[in-house]
């Protein structure tokens, strides 16, 4: 491997290459890529109507809510444009005026301060690249936190809330806001240093040792998040005693599913939307969390239904799986990113790594990481597409074990209903589908729910 690396450290080490074009050419490349394909999207809905798709005649959808599903879907996806446009332009002006230098000068001088203003703070840091690295994202969280805010603002408070599914206030989203960016100080903080100083210590080889590290980090926060985190942005309470807790438990029972406890968390105090979801390591005791909204909105069958379809998931070891799919894929890019770390071509189209009063002289592995990233996007293009094909070919099999367990009608109805109180799009553009859906389309698992039960009652 280390070979490889060297071999491609050479290669990709041009003098003189401009890294700084390329990237922004794979930026706007992907921009456009995007574009296209959500106006495909907006081609099928708006030629939609308020048709019906025949899959799905049997069941109680009125045309209103197909028309109120069609706006939705456009006006998401219109907007979506637009925050794409925005995002475009902020990405290329922080390449363009070389913002990441800039930013990287001001954080070695605020930690220049820092030390000398504050001598306590001598004690736990230092004038090294890990802390001015630090410093440095911290600035840089600040400020994307700030650029995001106009995106966020019209997300939640115009386009959410013209169709009924915000339930945010501003004194909300606000204090949401303040712990989110305290809670990347906190942990992110730590986080990043280990993560810097690993590749310190390990040099090129230090693909491995990360790898191992962000496992154990996820870990951490399997463990850590339900107890901690969660509880600071939202309320978890148990289920009460009644038929939806006894069936949920009987289901449970009946799969030898590992239920911990069972809660409802108020999800509607921030949205319409609907969802449940498992807590827990792959491995271990789980805890069932039902939004207030999903129990609000649907039969108790279709919670357990739904639920079925959630415990096919951990009967078929897919998060597991999933987990693998990802630590390999982390792999992967570190192993890339050591082509990249020392590349001095690299650096320099970006104002690093260059003689002192030309630019800034270091070579940050953290800013190396950060345009790695960029460099990726065709890469990552294509590992979305292959992604969200195993993720549908997981619920399929997720579908097929709920109908197994003689849930396949209260799940179709679930599935139709959760569409129906979401808004989601009756109608999606192949190509839509395959880029930006990690979950098969209401009538693809309609047809395969129905197509296994069909199978199956032939076989008998």
């Known amino acids: 491997m280390i070979g490889i690396i060297e071999t491609a450290k050479d290669f990709m080490d041009i003098p003189g290459f401009n890294w700084k074009s390329l990237i922004i050419g794979f930026t706007v490349s992907n921009f456009l890529f995007d574009t296209y394909v959500k106006f495909r999207q907006i081609r099928v809905v708006e030629s939609n109507g308020d048709n019906i798709p025949t899959e799905l005649s049997n069941y109680k959808i009125d045309s209103e809510t197909v028309i109120k599903s069609n706006k939705y879907s456009l006006s998401k996806l219109k907007f979506s444009i637009f925050a794409d446009v925005y995002d475009l332009i902020e990405n290329i002006s922080i390449l363009h005026f070389d913002i990441l230098p800039k930013v990287w000068i001001k954080s070695g001088s605020i930690l220049s301060n820092l030390i000398t203003n504050v001598p306590i703070l001598s004690k736990w840091i230092s004038n090294s690249v890990i802390s001015q690295s630090l410093v440095f994202m911290g600035l840089f969280s600040i400020i994307s936190i700030v650029l995001s805010i106009p995106i966020k603002y019209y997300h939640n408070f115009v386009l959410e809330e013209s169709y009924g599914f915000n339930k945010l206030t501003i004194k909300l989203w606000f204090s949401d806001t303040i712990k989110q960016l305290s809670l990347t100080f906190a942990l992110g903080g730590p986080l990043l240093a280990a993560f810097l100083k690993i590749m310190d210590i390990f040099g090129d080889s230090f693909m491995y040792y990360l790898s191992v590290f962000l496992f154990i980090v996820q870990i951490f926060f399997i463990i850590v998040y339900p107890k901690f985190i969660q509880p600071l942005f939202n309320t978890l309470t148990p289920l009460e005693d009644g038929e939806l807790k006894n069936e949920i438990e009987k ?22 939307h609907s969802n449940a979801y498992f807590m827990g390591l792959p491995w271990g005791s789980k805890q069932i969390v039902l939004y207030d909204t999903l129990i609000h909105h649907s039969t108790v069958n279709e919670v357990v239904a739904v639920l079925g379809h959630e415990i096919g998931h951990w009967k078929l070891n897919h998060t597991t799986k999933l987990m693998t799919i990802g630590e390999i894929h982390m792999f992967a890019i570190f192993s890339l990113f050591a082509a990249f770390i020392k590349n001095k071509s690299f650096y320099n189209s970006f104002g690093f790594g260059l003689p002192l009063g030309t630019g800034v002289s270091e070579m940050p592995p953290l800013i190396g990481f950060l345009l790695f990233g960029d460099v990726l996007k065709p890469l990552d293009a294509a590992m979305q597409f292959f992604m969200n094909l195993i993720t549908c070919t997981y619920e399929y099999q997720a579908d097929k074990y709920a109908a197994e367990q003689n849930l396949s009608t209260d799940l179709k109805t679930a599935l139709v209903n959760l569409h129906k109180e979401n808004l989601s799009s009756l109608v999606v553009d192949g190509l839509y589908s395959a880029k930006e859906y990690n979950h098969p389309t209401l009538v693809e698992r309609i047809s395969a729910i129905d197509a296994y039960v069909s199978e199956s009652k032939k076989e008998k």
Request: aromatic share 10%; glycine share 10%; charged share 30%.
């Open 251 to 272: 289901l449970a029972e009946a799969n030898k599913f590992p239920l911990d406890k069972l809660y409802v968390i108020d999800g509607s105090k921030r949205s319409g």
